[in-house]
């Protein structure tokens, strides 16, 4: 298996309560390696277009306000089969259903308040890259 990059939020839930530390060492236990990231205070426009594809759901509005409401911290992980570890090693989307071990059912507060964002496929980590580092933010 190639080794990949996969795109990674950190969320607001995550900066509030202080856990971008204890996130980040599940990610580095897991194998992946931290090779860019920035926190950053997300703008409703930055939000609106990275969501863009939830825009007819009945959440978007929630999600906005939600990624906007404090810093998250925007990472590029890097790793053997970075998209599908990744998402793995966060646990499932709803921290209910999430299995033992993974971030979101060690931390996750909702289905909203989830922790962590991850790429869903190899094209949309590209893109997803793209909306917030420059290749010169990125070493790997
Ligand atoms: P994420 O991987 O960032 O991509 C879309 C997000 O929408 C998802 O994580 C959830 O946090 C959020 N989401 C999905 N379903 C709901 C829901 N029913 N209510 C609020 N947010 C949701």
Redesign the pocket.
């Known amino acids: 298996m190639a080794t990949e990059r996969t795109f990674s ?1 950190l ?1 607001p839930d995550a900066t509030k309560r202080n856990l971008t530390g204890a996130v980040n060492a599940v990610i580095e236990e897991a194998g992946l390696r931290i090779v860019g990231q920035r926190r950053i205070q997300m703008s409703r426009a930055q939000a609106e277009t990275f ?1 863009e594809v ?1 825009k007819e ?3 978007f509005g ?2 906005v306000a ?1 990624m906007t409401s404090g810093p998250v911290v925007v990472q590029v992980l890097e790793g053997e089969n970075a998209v599908a570890r990744y998402r793995e090693v966060m646990g499932a ?1 709803n921290p209910a259903q999430a299995a033992e071990g993974t971030i979101r059912k060690k931390f996750a507060q ?5 922790t962590v ?2 790429s ?1 496929s190899a094209e949309n980590a590209r893109i997803e890259i793209a909306q917030f580092f420059q290749d010169g933010d990125i070493a790997g």
């Open positions: 939020i969320k969501y939830h759901r009945p959440f929630e999600l939600f989307t909702s289905v909203g308040e989830n964002h991850g869903d």
